[in-house]
């Protein structure tokens, strides 16, 4: 299989035509792994990491014994033969060539290295429509939440992904209905930069009622998949997508989510990864919220209520206000023993104060610098200004 | 002044007549502690807790030389004595006598040991309208609030508080507008009770238009004040208020406050005594949820959305719900590979879930076993049920 697949001539050419400074059977070993494997694959992952892809390619199909993970080898190699086919392969290529989609390999510029954090778990490609530098802009951030999202959650979503796409953050987010398309559409509107994962080929809109929304971030943005053009979305891929979103922000941020959304799976991934984790509250009333609330219970999510939160999640544009002004609290005694209409001699408000005649006259004579006090003849009052 | 104090004859009478099993002079010099201090006077409570009341009392007012502390015993001295009149601590057992307030010294039965915690800054004397022994309830909760709440603030106060009253917690708030009272109402609804820290003498109603709210709370439950009858509620003895709600709850929950309110005096009262803190979320939108959601951010406040949450913070009924169950990844592939209609042969779904054919022959038995997936013919397809 590896031999006839490498020597293909019509995979060969559209490799070349795909990566044109490389050598076309690595091109094609990496892209086979994307189209034998399923997102996520750690034993893949391994293999490519310890042989490279042609080698562990060569390994992984064929009968060969591999001394370790003997057991986990044998186990992928029954998962990845039945899809060796030379075919599927090609149509990747082909596919993707059909609508300009871009094969970014590992190692390549606009290949983060927050994608490489997930170590085994990295996806061997990645398929991108759009702007590629997108994915290695200097601040990016997540914005991920409920597709059965509420005004509320909608508005949340486009004010923080407005206001943080405007300061120069990259909006990263799933491409669905709700927050997520909230958060697409309020980057593009504050002429930002947004990339969405998708779960399926680029080439294929997934909601089909997101096709304007998915053309306007290939123009402005970024439509980027580790899965090859024609593969359907299915909920292993959905879930297998959330750690790249989870991976690539700088933070994650929940905006709704009901108890059991998707989105706490990307949380999940977010805390996993290290990588801060915030939540928007909302009523208590409202079940689309209870996911957020959940974890702020129980992944400690940060409680983030505006863009100045989130970019001090993802450790830029902290501005430290200075400790709060805290009122002495003598001071507060003193001025509530005092009258605004009749003036009192020092000694009383002293006793009504429960302060010493000292300190009611040192604070009396503070307190009438400031102007809030005022001496009428042997008294004291309190100014009204 | 001390000797004519001890000696008034109508004075301890009146003090006889409060505790009619205790020495009249012991009795006397604690009320006359709560009268010369103002509400956490630190000096006046260590001088009382190392010498007792009466020698408290003598030395406090005295010019005798005080080895320890010496310069902030002298302070003390000058705040004290321009109160020392026998009249004023004649007035505070006379004007409870009359509204039959009951008078409460450390160590007494009713005498929460939670009150001791606040160390030098415990009350010298509680006065206690209503039923003292709310005050050593098994299960306390504090929940305060913003004065100007807003209808999710008071529905939630009155959700929260009904479901605590109801399962035996007595809950403990300040009496104010607002949250303050629809957590006192909803318990007193409940058929449960409730405690109300006032920050003036419990003979005043303050707010005036919560007379008939007080009037209940007396009944069914109990109006607690460190001042004595006739004292005013003051800025001052409000803040000071907030650290006896505070202790009493084994837990503090802030429903709603602004992001400069009062309720956070408390919730700072509660984080220095070690007491669990929660803050209920609300929208991002809400100016009234605004200091619940710093209290998350900056004071480590729980968030709680149920009485429930409430209950575990306060370190009963915790009810572990087991492991959330989590879908095998395999199975899920599986089913995302299978057809509701069309059955497909073990080869051609495993090659579309991406596992081996043994693998999705198990599992192909497993799903079946629970009937989430049929064998037609050759073929396998899932259920619709």
């Known amino acids: 299989m590896i031999d006839a697949l490498l020597g293909d001539s019509g995979i060969r050419k559209a490799a070349a035509a795909a990566r044109p400074d490389d050598d076309p059977a690595a091109t094609i070993a990496q892209v086979a792994w994307s189209v034998l494997a399923e997102p996520g694959d750690g034993v893949a992952g391994a293999l490519i990491s310890q042989l490279g892809a042609i080698e562990a390619l060569r390994f992984g199909l064929s009968g060969e014994r591999f001394e370790l993970a003997e057991k986990a080898i044998q186990d992928g190699r029954r998962r990845w033969l039945p899809r060796a086919q030379p075919r599927a392969i090609g149509d990747a290529l082909h596919g993707a060539a059909e609508v300009g989609a871009q094969l970014l390999l590992p190692g390549d510029a606009e290949w983060s290295a927050a994608i490489d954090d997930l170590g085994d778990h990295a996806p061997a490609v990645l398929w991108v429509r759009g702007d590629p530098t997108h994915l290695v802009a200097s601040s990016r951030v997540s914005i991920v939440g409920a597709r059965a999202a509420t005004a509320y959650g909608d508005t949340v979503a486009a004010e923080l992904a ?224």
């Open 162 to 385: 407005g206001d943080l796409a405007a300061t120069g953050s990259i909006v990263v987010s799933g491409g669905a209905y709700g927050i997520d398309g909230s958060a697409h559409r309020a980057a593009l509107g504050a002429g930002g930069g947004t990339i969405a994962f998708l779960a399926g080929g680029v080439d294929r809109a997934y909601p089909a009622g997101h096709q304007h929304l998915f053309d306007r971030i290939r123009e402005s943005g970024a439509l980027v998949s580790e899965l090859p053009c024609g593969a359907a979305p299915t909920k292993f891929r959905f879930l297998s997508r959330n750690r790249l979103i989870a991976a690539l922000g700088a933070a994650t941020v929940v905006v709704e989510a009901g108890w059991r959304s998707g989105s706490l799976n990307t949380a999940g991934h977010a805390s996993s990864l290290g990588r801060p984790l915030g939540a928007v509250p909302g009523p208590i009333t409202s079940a689309a919220s209870a996911g957020c609330h959940r974890l702020m219970r129980e992944y400690d999510a940060q409680c983030v209520t505006n863009a100045a939160e989130v970019r001090e999640l993802m450790g830029i544009d902290v501005e430290h206000q200075g400790p709060e002004q805290r009122a002495d609290p003598d001071q507060t005694r003193l001025l509530d023993a005092l009258s605004t209409r009749t003036p009192h001699p020092p000694a009383e408000i002293a006793r009504s104060a429960g302060l010493s005649v000292e300190r009611t006259r040192a604070l009396l004579g503070t307190l009438s610098l400031e102007g809030r006090v005022e001496q009428i003849e042997t008294g004291w009052r309190r100014t009204t200004a």
